[in-house]
């Protein structure tokens, strides 16, 4: 059975190794999906064209997913974060199989969240707790920048704002690319970064190419020394961790997992007050979405 349906959700400088190692190259990669007789579903995108002539070739229909009328509101109901990109998309699949919209929306909102997706940790002191966002799975410069955008929107404390940089031995073309085109493009109080060789974040820091007021070298620290920085880092801190999710990424975010609360409000309001409070916390139990 193949599918008559395609959606590329978006074209960007992921796994350029296996793809690459251009945007051209993964373009073409992904137009090999588009079906014969069928539709691919696209965002817009600089490829459209291409996708629409490689398309015709296969007698199949492009459709644009459109995100103006997928508002704000409707995506704050997710247990998770979801760019209106991703709704966008969907919907476009509910039109083609003339699903209602009403349904299609509800059924989305219904739906199992991704394996992939990545919660948002609070730790710390629960009246002032630390927020720790693991995106260290986002391993491309253009998808880490977007999480990032989106966590701004939502209205975090914005006043100590930490980045975590996972760093491997073997992936040090992709510790260069965020030295140049991630880190200095977030505005940051501090930068932590460990794993394995490090030097293309230290000495982007050191060129002045990224400006933290502070940069905290863990190279090869253990787990623990690692979360215990963290612990220490002021209240209401945002902390975004990036780069690989192999290797110390993995092992500080089981970690900070650990560290995680879920606040009691029993003895502290009327259960009549819960809802009101549950609200206006929400933000603080978010689930981010790699725009992927």
């Known amino acids: 059975m193949k599918a008559n349906i395609t959606i590329i959700a978006n074209v960007i ?99 199992p969240v991704d394996p992939g997706a990545m919660r948002v940790h609070r730790f710390g002191k629960e009246e002032a707790p630390k927020y720790f966002f693991n ?39 992709r510790t260069i690319d965020f030295a140049e085109n991630v880190l200095p493009h977030i505005e940051m109080e501090r930068l932590i970064v460990m794993g394995e060789s490090v030097w293309p974040v230290t000495k982007a820091y050191e060129e ?32 975004y961790g990036i780069g690989n999710i192999v290797g110390a990424g993995e092992k500080v975010a089981a970690a900070v997992e650990e560290l995680e609360f879920q606040p009691s409000y029993r003895g502290e309001i009327g259960w009549d007050e819960v809802e009101e409070v549950e609200e206006s916390r929400s933000f603080s139990r978010k689930v981010l979405q790699t725009n992927k």
């Not at 939502?154 to 073997?170: A, G, I, N, Q």
């Not at 933290?212 to 902390?239: F, Q, R, W």
Request: include cysteine.
């Open 13 to 111: 400088e992921d796994h350029m190794d296996v793809m690459g190692p251009t945007l051209d190259d993964i373009a073409e990669a992904f137009s090999s999906t588009i079906p014969e007789n069928g539709y691919v579903i696209i965002p817009e995108t600089p490829y459209q064209k291409y996708f629409e002539k490689v398309a015709r070739q296969k007698n199949s229909k492009v459709v644009v997913a459109d995100e103006s009328w997928i508002d704000e509101t409707y995506l704050q109901k997710f247990p998770f974060m979801i760019f209106p990109q991703n709704a966008a998309l969907a919907m476009a699949v509910a039109d083609i199989l003339n699903i209602d919209h009403e349904v299609a929306l509800e059924g989305m909102l219904q739906a």
């Open 208 to 239: 002045g190419k990224i400006r933290p007021l502070n940069l905290i070298n863990l190279e090869k620290a253990s787990t623990e020394v690692i979360v215990d920085h963290l612990k220490e880092l002021p209240d209401h801190s945002v902390i």
């Open 135 to 173: 995106g260290f799975a986002a391993n491309d410069t253009t998808s880490t920048l977007n999480i990032w955008e989106r966590i701004q929107q939502l209205d975090y404390p914005d006043h100590e704002r930490t980045v975590v940089m996972s760093c491997r031995s073997d992936r040090v073309e």
